[in-house]
């Protein structure tokens, strides 16, 4: 521990900030297993990704063995837009806490997405301007990727469609305007504007919609239409690789002051946050040149890491995406309707669930009001009103502190805080009127979806 | 100019923060009027004053002539939770608008407040701590004041009661849901909670409230519950002083670099942003030491320096408060319904009418469909979302910046950037809707409600 007084933010200088992302998949032994034909069973290849996602983007989608990605210089400014983001110690935390512990958190809603998401929205958005193409298309559920997706298409000049599941679309009519602010079309899922929305219409009339059927259209539109190409804001290995933006600066800021955290905590639903907060530190472990406990934080109503099956399968309802490995419930799987806290995803990152598998990383599940008192709590103390999202994360660092306090500890403890949650004031105002319900899905329910994997050699 | 390279985005470091405020009315030759008893129309004395507000804040009130007010320890560390807030290039925006002109904004809205809002509300939520008192009462509009209190009250552990004028406490609703995550009370005004509140719905039934409304229902709940105080966002002298922590960041970040703003820009309302952005650069005007072009920016639909009167007038619509000499448009004036924008008081602070008076600072009014357009125009080009209050001092900026480009002069532009606009959606929903007109009112109007200003000696 370095003598120097830490401050409360610390910001890194402009020259400070990351010039390349760093690719967790060169250090890693047992890389994450390829995405696979969903036809043919084989490795998708190059070509045929190129059909789904443009050129750069399918190279770092492959390539398990660069460790270093240059940011090109346009991205580069944009970055200095919003970032660096602040790594903020938690000094009001840890005294109201009365914790030994010394708490660090990375802030990335200090941005009109109201989250990490655009780290990787204007790579995406730039390789396809790189490109020469019209625009892209994508899913969004609680909105804050498709606010980050369009605000990047909107600075380079590109055409945005996304596809918002539809519960969220009527829900959170702000989101929705937002993302209309920022120039990008806004369409209900599932929707009868694709054949897979129009298929899924029929056989699930007033379905509200999940985040895999709106994966399925947002494809469906690009692969039909020419001049746009899909992008996805989690799961991939690609937004992995920007991701590590976040890690990236972490890492720099406290170096700086000497500091080595004991346990790195992240919320995880598709991995984005998770897997570049924890990339840098994770990179030192594969290398042994350090070690840190890692701790993986999912809702109890979507256990993927904790109560999923490490299989290969589809990544979208409609079945017209690669095949992935990973922790997956089934593609089938859609969270109880009470479930507010985000974190939706039926799978995980490859990348992810590879390290989980191999015991390089933990996972644990908390329960949503849990979930809501840690936020509300954090609010109060911290002064930022945080994401149900990222509020997993605050619960295990908050769960973490105690047992400091419990034991003595002075464990320094980094989590990440990846969002705001000023567009989740309903599920806030549930939670307030005690309206708010903790379903855990039963073992039965995890066993139909289980059953329903694709079999695959 | 230096040679330095500006960064996008100047952040101070923590022991660079200001350790005082900075009192512009020392520096005053002519000092703004004394508020006035409003029933012998003398000046009002501590004692009268220490029943409304707390000790503390009654002396600033009345000091015209100490400089500097040291800011107590906690109170700094509560700014460094949220503070330095960061003074931006804004390279993205001079780059769109092909400018010769050099824009710089002091970003305020890095906080759950979404404002600057909280820079008095922890002030005076600490004297009131201070005091031994058990909590404070106000009101609230748009609700950025009312949830930097709830913060602030929160944090302290002090009750804390705010009216929010109905019409925006149904209108939003998450605005409602923030402050009572942070646990303050919220009642709709006017209410049957309170003998005007009573008054003023038995002479106006069915009205949807006014901010005047909703101060005299604060102001009457203080005076009336043992250990409360009432505390007010903006207009008042005490808030000029804590809200000059703006101005003396962003002067320190200025001066870092070498760079001298030729023109400086904010929008007014109750004057609380804009006061603190210029007070000490106002300072250096006064003493003669340098020379600035300050633009206050307000509403077409509530123009209370371009179009009101300098004169005593009611602060609140119940007559419960002090008079207050100032550029008012009278106590019963309330702005079209159809207006989204904010700024929706009928006067302005003192201080900011006494330096108009002067002539020492000019003053504009802009429609609010040009105020969306800047608006919608700064989100997609500097990637934030800007509050609608905010957005009149945009507007501002880019025109002074557009006529740079015709004249080819290098101006260095400075606005003040007060919050965010993600509670604001509704308004920017009309915008996109064409649903929005540009009321103004007319002539005829305003001498109606000139003809009801109290007749001070």
Known sequence: MSEKKIPYKIYLEEQEMPTAWYNLRADMKNKPAPLLNPGTHQPMTAEELGGVFCEELVKQELDNDTAY???????????????????????????????????????????????????????????AKKQGLKGVTTETGAGQWGTALSMACSYLGLDCKVYMVKCSYEQKPFRREVMRTYGASVTPSPSM???????ILAEHPGTTGSLGCAISEAVEKAVTNEGYRYVLGSVLNQVLLHQSVIGLETKTALDKYGIKPDVIIGCAGGGSNLGGLIAPFMGEKLRGEADYRFIAVEPASCPSLTRGTYAYDFCDTGMVCPLAKMYTLGSDFIPSANHAGGLRYHGMSSILSQLYDDGLMEAISVKQTDVFEAAEYFARVEGILP???????????????????????????LFGLTGTGYFDMVAYEKFHDGQMDDYIPTDEELAKYREMLPKID
């Open 69 to 127: 990605f240059d940011i090109p210089e346009d991205i580069r400014n944009f970055y200095k837009m919003y970032r660096p983001s602040p790594l903020v110690r938690a000094y009001c935390l840890e005294e109201k806490l009365k914790t030994p512990a010394k708490i660090y958190y990375k802030f990335e809603g200090n941005n009109t997405s109201g989250s990490h998401k655009l780290n990787s929205a204007i790579a995406q958005a730039y390789y």
């Open 193 to 199: 504007e694709t054949e897979v929305g129009k298929k």
């Open 387 to 413: 994401a149900p999202e990222s509020s997993h994360a605050i619960r295990a660092a908050i769960d973490e502190a105690v047992k400091c306090r419990e034991t003595g500890e002075e464990k320094t403890i």
